[in-house]
T-cell receptor, first 112, second 114 residues
Framework: KQEVTQIPAALSVPEGENLVLNCSFT??????LQWFRQDPGKGLTSLLLIQSSQREQTSGRLNASLDKSSGRSTLYIAASQPGDSATYLCAVVVAAGNKLTFGGGTRVLVKP | ETGVTQTPRHLVMGMTNKKSLKCEQH?????MYWYKQSAKKPLELMFV???????ENNSVPSRFSPECPNSSHLFLHLHTLQPEDSALYLC?????????????FGPGTRLTVT
């Protein structure tokens, strides 16, 4: 059974510092991995999707890497801003279809 | 704002009530999903529909009953719920089933069972 873990559960950084968020999964046979952002009490916004054949994806200040063999993905957010404060979730899709298995998320606070 | 809407946004119901949650997607997608997000637990997939057919039921109790009349609409009918069913219920949609496509989420319905 695929399990997804995100450590730490919470993170606080001063504005301008780079953010590094970790995601690990137990079964390396994934189809893709997706990073989401969730603001309090709201739905999820997709940030980046990395196919299993890719090693990284970039969008603006966001960069996500994927190392399937070690079961890890890292989301980097450069030059953090207070507006980046949110919970960040990673989720993997197993090869058997469209089911997303989520991690517990990392709650990020960027202090001005 | 995403192309997935959910109503109501908040719902308080007693354990003997019957209510329904509604989800509508305006993205032309073919797959729709219900997820449950409880405090201190990871998001859990509940149901998956592809082209109006249910393709996954993740061992969800029968007091939750999904309905997908067409590819744009998804309902979750609720009856005789328990307090532990209080959670944020999220709907999502995606273009297809291959796992290649991103899932787009609605804002959720905050459900409180009293």
């Amino acid at each position: 059974k695929q399990e997804v873990t995100q450590i730490p559960a919470a993170l606080s950084v001063p504005e301008g510092e780079n953010l590094v968020l970790n995601c690990s999964f137990t079964d390396s046979a994934i189809y893709n991995l997706q990073w989401f952002r969730q603001d309090p009490g709201k739905g999820l916004t997709s940030l980046l999707l990395i196919q299993s054949s890719q090693r990284e994806q970039t969008s603006g200040r966001l960069n996500a890497s994927l190392d399937k063999s070690s079961g890890r993905s890292t989301l980097y957010i450069a030059a953090s801003q207070p507006g980046d404060s949110a919970t960040y979730l990673c989720a993997v899709v197993v090869a058997a279809g469209n089911k997303l298995t989520f991690g517990g998320g990392t709650r990020v606070l960027v202090k001005p | 704002e995403t192309g997935v809407t959910q109503t109501p946004r908040h719902l308080v119901m007693g354990m003997t009530n019957k209510k329904s949650l509604k989800c509508e997607q305006h993205l032309g997608h073919n797959a729709m999903y219900w997820y449950k997000q409880s405090a201190k637990k990871p998001l859990e997939l509940m149901f998956v529909y592809n082209f109006k057919e249910q393709t996954e039921n993740n061992s969800v109790p029968s007091r939750f009953s999904p309905e997908c009349p067409n590819s744009s609409h998804l309902f979750l009918h609720l009856h005789t719920l328990q307090p532990e069913d209080s959670a944020l219920y999220l709907c999502a949609s995606s273009q297809g089933m291959a796992g290649t496509y991103e899932q787009y989420f609605g804002p959720g319905t905050r459900l409180t069972v009293t």
